[in-house]
């Protein structure tokens, strides 16, 4: 299609599988680490994903679905009653504004530190191998810890984490659910054959090691029509602790979106690149080859512009787009998109933490 049409298309509605959206928009998932301590949310995030509603779909902040799962402090979780009725004030105030939402369901593996865990454990890991780098506990930042090895037969408890999960999201009243497979977290730290060493039926060949996600994705379809599910995959990321890629992302992570288009899910979310940095793929790795595998709808992911989104739907590479940091101060990115106004740029410092400061005080545009 040309240009102007993709352009056109961008801000006209679309269908994600059963999701029916009002442009191809999407706010990417972002953490603003605002939650309690219990990993609540409330009025604070109702009104904050509210402000956010003309996006075509809102994909929430990942989501701890158990205690285990978390792996900084101030996440929200998705486990508890408490939490559920937090999420349903976002999910109607959303609703009120026109919108869509959907739940990330997030489990960080290794990724997370005992101080964050039931009654100071280590955080569970395909294999015993520590990442790199620093997270977030109510001390401040501390080195991530080292994790165990998750038992073979400890793997259904964490099926079941994801399901009790799922059902709460639907109790909460999103609109669907996004599995996060991504990001070097626990699903993606079993993809991988630099963080998986196991020797059961979850590790060794490709088959073995993208098992797991396979088996969450096939559970959650029991709460939801595969229509409202949808799945996050980073092949070429190496965020949370400086991951090493997998030694063959093409045959790994092919194999794994084969897999998944037996279950016909409304979408693959694809960080392009390194997340929240480089598009650049390291020699060998093509992500559009991976994209042209799966059958459904594709999000792409990670440093667009207008200009990139327009090209890439131009080429029909992209059904829509994920914008992340932009929509943090520009509340009504759609309508600045679409009208050509220049965007505010958030600082840093307003990502992460804190209050209604650099969440809720961006103004839109005047009518
Ligand atoms: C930034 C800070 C903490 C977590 C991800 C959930 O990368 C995250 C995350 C991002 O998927």
Same mark, same amino acid.
Request: aromatic share 8%.
């Given at each position: 299609?040309?240009?102007?049409?993709?352009?056109?298309?961008?801000?006209?509605?679309?269908?994600?599988?059963?999701?029916?959206?009002?442009?191809?928009?999407?706010?990417?998932?972002?953490?603003?680490?605002?939650?309690?301590?219990?990993?609540?949310?409330?009025?604070?995030?109702?009104?904050?994903?509210?402000?956010?509603?003309?996006?075509?779909?809102?994909?929430?902040?990942?989501?701890?679905?158990?205690?285990?799962?978390?792996?900084?402090?101030?996440?929200?979780?998705?486990?508890?009653?408490?939490?559920?009725?937090?999420?349903?004030?976002?999910?109607?105030?959303?609703?009120?504004?026109?919108?869509?939402?959907?739940?990330?369901?997030?489990?960080?593996?290794?990724?997370?530190?005992?101080?964050?865990?039931?009654?100071?454990?280590?955080?569970?890991?395909?294999?015993?191998?520590?990442?790199?780098?620093?997270?977030?506990?109510?001390?401040?930042?501390?080195?991530?810890?080292?994790?165990?090895?998750?038992?073979?037969?400890?793997?259904?408890?964490?099926?079941?984490?994801?399901?009790?999960?799922?059902?709460?999201?639907?109790?909460?009243?999103?609109?669907?659910?996004?599995?996060?497979?991504?990001?070097?977290?626990?699903?993606?730290?079993?993809?991988?054959?630099?963080?998986?060493?196991?020797?059961?039926?979850?590790?060794?060949?490709?088959?073995?090691?993208?098992?797991?996600?396979?088996?969450?994705?096939?559970?959650?379809?029991?709460?939801?029509?595969?229509?409202?599910?949808?799945?996050?995959?980073?092949?070429?990321?190496?965020?949370?602790?400086?991951?090493?890629?997998?030694?063959?992302?093409?045959?790994?992570?092919?194999?794994?979106?084969?897999?998944?288009?037996?279950?016909?899910?409304?979408?693959?979310?694809?960080?392009?690149?390194?997340? *929240? *940095?480089?598009?650049?793929?390291?020699?060998?790795?093509?992500?559009?080859?991976?994209?042209?595998?799966?059958?459904?709808?594709?999000?792409?992911?990670?440093?667009?512009?207008?200009?990139?989104?327009?090209?890439?739907?131009?080429?029909?590479?992209?059904?829509?787009?994920?914008? *992340?940091?932009?929509?943090?101060?520009?509340?009504?990115?759609?309508?600045?998109?679409?009208?050509?106004?220049?965007?505010?740029?958030?600082?840093?410092?307003?990502?992460?933490?804190?209050?209604?400061?650099?969440?809720?005080?961006?103004?839109?545009?005047?009518?």
């Amino acid at each position: 299609m040309t240009d102007n049409k993709a352009r056109t298309d961008l801000f006209s509605p679309a269908r994600l599988g059963a999701l029916d959206l009002s442009n191809r928009i999407v706010m990417a998932p972002l953490t603003r680490s605002r939650a309690t301590d219990d990993g609540l949310v409330g009025d604070l995030q109702a009104t904050y994903y509210a402000q956010r509603a003309s996006a075509g779909l809102i994909i929430a902040e990942a989501t701890n679905i158990s205690m285990q799962g978390r792996g900084y402090a101030l996440t929200p979780g998705i486990w508890t009653d408490e939490q559920v009725a937090g999420w349903k004030k976002v999910t109607d105030a959303v609703h009120a504004e026109g919108g869509k939402i959907v739940s990330q369901l997030w489990h960080v593996g290794r990724y997370s530190h005992n101080d964050l865990q039931p009654n100071g454990q280590a955080p569970v890991a395909p294999s015993a191998i520590k990442a790199e780098g620093d997270t977030y506990t109510n001390d401040g930042m501390v080195p991530v810890a080292m994790p165990r090895a998750l038992e073979t037969d400890e793997i259904p408890g964490i099926v079941a984490d994801y399901v009790r999960a799922a059902e709460n999201a639907k109790r909460a009243g999103f609109d669907g659910i996004e599995v996060h497979s991504a990001n070097c977290y626990l699903l993606d730290q079993f993809i991988r054959d630099s963080t998986n060493k196991r020797t059961d039926r979850y590790g060794g060949s490709i088959e073995n090691r993208t098992r797991l996600t396979q088996e969450v994705v096939e559970a959650v379809l029991g709460v939801w029509d595969a229509g409202s599910v949808g799945i996050r995959l980073s092949p070429a990321s190496t965020s949370a602790g400086n991951t090493p890629l997998d030694s063959d992302v093409m045959a790994t992570y092919g194999h794994l979106i084969r897999q998944l288009n037996r279950f016909n899910l409304a979408y693959l979310h694809t960080v392009e690149g390194v997340t *929240g *940095g480089a598009r650049q793929m390291p020699e060998g790795i093509d992500l559009d080859v991976l994209r042209a595998e799966f059958k459904g709808a594709y999000i792409g992911n990670n440093g667009y512009d207008l200009d990139l989104a327009i090209a890439r739907r131009a080429e029909s590479k992209i059904n829509a787009v994920a914008f *992340g940091r932009p929509f943090i101060a520009n509340p009504d990115l759609v309508e600045r998109l679409r009208n050509g106004v220049p965007l505010t740029d958030a600082p840093r410092e307003t990502y992460y933490g804190g209050g209604e400061a650099g969440l809720t005080d961006w103004p839109k545009l005047a009518a």
